[in-house]
């Protein structure tokens, strides 16, 4: 098990940009694939990027395409989201997530770890 701590939500102007970060605990953070999730009101919860075990292969989302970023440190237990050229409609909890399997990050709902989530409110 990994505990996974996000930060860096906020509220942000349209076309703005935020930086989330997820701290892991423990020694074997390099063991597990990362990925960025989110919720909107009233949505099922769905995969924003994700990233491999050292960062070789990344997957992202059609919405996140070309706008957000991630990335890890596995020196600082840290994967991080860039996003740029926000939309109202990016507004969410934002979710940190981990799973051995990088199939299983980047293809949805089964991830074994979560964090408990930050909120990313864009306004118009």
């Known amino acids: 098990q990994v505990q996974l701590v996000e930060s860096g939500g906020g509220l942000v102007q349209a076309g703005g940009s935020l930086r989330l970060s997820c701290a892991a605990s423990?020694?074997?953070?390099?063991?597990?694939?990362m990925g960025w999730f989110r919720q909107a009101p009233g949505k099922e919860r769905e995969v924003v990027a994700a990233i491999s075990r050292f960062g070789s292969t990344t997957f992202y989302a059609e919405p996140a395409k070309s706008r957000f970023t991630i990335s890890r440190d596995n020196a600082k237990n840290t994967v991080y989201l860039q996003m740029n050229s926000l939309k109202p409609e990016d507004t969410a909890v934002y979710y940190c997530a981990a799973d051995r399997n990088y199939g299983v990050v980047a293809g949805g709902n089964k991830v074994n770890n979560w964090g408990q989530g930050t909120q990313v409110t864009v306004s118009s």
């Open positions: 423990g020694r074997t953070f390099s063991s597990y694939a």
